[in-house]
C-alpha cells in the first residue's frame, strides 16, 4: 500500500538532487572560469532575463560520462547501495 507514494517521493528526490549538482556544478565552473583556475569552457547564458542562467555543454557530457561510469562501475544496485 506504500509502494507508490514511496516511489513518487523517490522520483521527486531524485530529480531535485540531480538538478542541484547540475547547477551548483555549472556554478563552480563558471567562478572557476572568471578566477582563471580552470580552462575557457563555452558558456551558453539560456535566459535573457535572468543573469544566473547558463549552460556549459563540456561540463554536462562529463557529468553524463561520470554517471554512466558510476552506474558501470557498480554493476548492481546492491554495491551501490552499499556503497552509499
Known amino acids: 500500500p506504500v509502494y507508490w507514494p514511496m516511489f513518487v517521493v523517490a522520483v521527486l528526490a531524485a530529480i531535485i538532487a540531480s538538478q542541484a549538482m547540475i547547477s551548483a556544478t555549472f556554478a563552480i565552473v563558471k ?12 558558456v551558453v547564458h539560456t535566459s535573457q ?11 554536462n557530457t ?6 554512466v561510469g558510476v552506474t558501470l562501475g557498480f554493476k548492481t544496485t546492491l554495491q551501490l547501495g552499499n556503497a552509499y
Open 31 to 42: 567562478q572557476s572560469v572568471a578566477l582563471g583556475c580552470f580552462p575557457r569552457v563555452k
Open 49 to 59: 532575463k535572468h543573469e544566473g542562467q547558463i549552460y556549459i555543454p563540456e561540463v
Open 62 to 67: 562529463l557529468l553524463m560520462l561520470a554517471c
